[in-house]
């Protein structure tokens, strides 16, 4: 009708559920969001994702992909999978492991709540539960920041509310190093670092790209030699996750996604940290030492100096340890805190009541963990 106000009207969207391992995926859409999510996860992009998939036993994962149905645009994508949450509840979750300890879907700046709502959604309707869990998820983001906010039709509680090592960049991060390394700390590691030159040059290295590659097979060489190797979790020890870890390596150092911070004596590596890249944030992945030289605290050495590394990036914002929390080693020298939970919502009657379980069922399991780490730690 003529002089009518039209109202304006949202861009259509649709979801799908994916096989992240089909050859007939849109990679190129995949990664174009993956480089411009509002919060980056390296772990949910492909080149991290589909290494990971291919070589690992990670049951029926199927990537829950939102989209604009008219150009195509990517809006949100994350693995989902049917799991318990702890010892019996189980839920959709986003597929977060030990390898990949961050939930943080991959999202637009400009994604629509509705959006939201509809990933959701369909996260239920494939694993046939009520339930949806996003594990790993830190807090104050914005993707967070939707999700807490859906309105009424949802509800959500936190489950296993952490905090994680973590530093900031600019003046902040300047700040959180000066605390680390203090008068004493750094008397103490310059001394270790005098003993150790009287075995010869000692050198601390950071390299990317194809020296990546390369730095990350002498990576896999001192983890293996270390308690991690003796008890069967190195990653040279499977392999399986020696094929996905080399794969990832290769595919992300392409793009300069992939960092390699090592301190030698003499050419030989003491310590090695490896570090993927995301926007403008870096996460540490890995880490390995020589525990012959453990006297000469070679990890916190070299995690030390990745601070101080990142801290001379001007495209680094901030830095995760992605550590448990309470983490002996790194929390004293990262001092800045991520704060990060498990995410539960639910839509229906029935997801609601899973809810209440699910909490309870998830900080048991963490709990238990926890009681287990300690455990081990004193039987090594």
């Not at 601390?204 to 270390?226: H, Q």
């Not at 030698?264 to 490896?274: C, T, Y």
């Not at 995760?320 to 929390?325: N, T, V």
């Amino acid at each position: 009708m003529i002089g009518e106000t039209q109202k304006p009207t949202s861009p259509p969207i649709e979801a799908f559920a994916l096989d992240p391992l089909s050859p007939d995926i849109d990679l190129a859409a995949w990664q174009r969001l993956a480089e411009k999510a509002s919060d980056p996860n390296p772990f949910f992009g492909p080149d991290f994702l589909i290494p990971f998939l291919k070589n690992m036993d990670s049951g029926q994962v199927r990537l829950i992909v939102v989209r604009h149905g008219q150009n195509g645009e990517w809006l949100i994508a994350a693995p989902v999978g049917k799991r318990r949450l702890g010892l019996a509840v189980p839920a959709a979750t986003v597929w977060s492991t030990e390898y990949a300890p961050l939930g943080t879907p991959l999202m637009t700046g400009c994604t629509p709540k509705e959006a939201v709502g509809l990933f959701l959604d369909t996260m239920t309707r494939e694993t046939g539960t009520p339930l949806a869990a996003i594990p790993y998820l830190p807090l104050d983001t914005a993707i967070a920041a939707q999700l807490l906010t859906l309105g009424s039709d949802w509800s959500w509680k936190l489950a296993h509310e952490a905090e994680r090592a973590a530093h900031a960049h600019g003046a902040k991060g300047e700040i959180q190093f000066s605390e680390a390394y203090t008068g004493k700390r750094r008397k103490e590691f310059k001394r270790l670092i005098r003993r150790l030159a009287e075995e010869g040059d000692v050198e601390f290295t950071s390299v990317t790209g194809e020296a990546a590659v390369a730095a990350f097979d002498t990576f896999l060489e001192l983890e293996t030699r270390g308690w991690k190797g003796k008890s069967g979790t190195a990653l040279k020890s499977n392999p399986r996750t020696l094929a996905f870890s080399r794969e990832m390596v290769a595919r992300r150092s392409a793009s300069n996604g992939v960092r390699i911070d090592s301190l030698s004596v003499g050419g030989k590596p003491l310590a090695m940290l490896v570090l993927l890249q995301e926007g403008h944030q870096v996460y540490s992945w890995k880490i390995a030492y020589d525990e012959a030289y453990a006297r000469y605290s070679p990890g916190s050495q070299i995690a030390l100096y990745a601070m101080e590394e990142n801290l001379k990036n001007p495209d680094i914002w901030s830095a995760d340890s992605l550590a448990i929390p309470g983490h002996a080693m790194i929390e004293p020298l990262w001092r800045g805190k991520l704060r990060i939970a498990t995410l539960l919502l639910a839509k229906s009657s029935t997801g609601r009541l899973l809810m209440s379980a699910g909490q309870a069922d998830t900080d048991l399991e963490q709990t238990a963990k926890s009681i287990a780490r300690k455990l081990f730690r004193k039987s090594r």
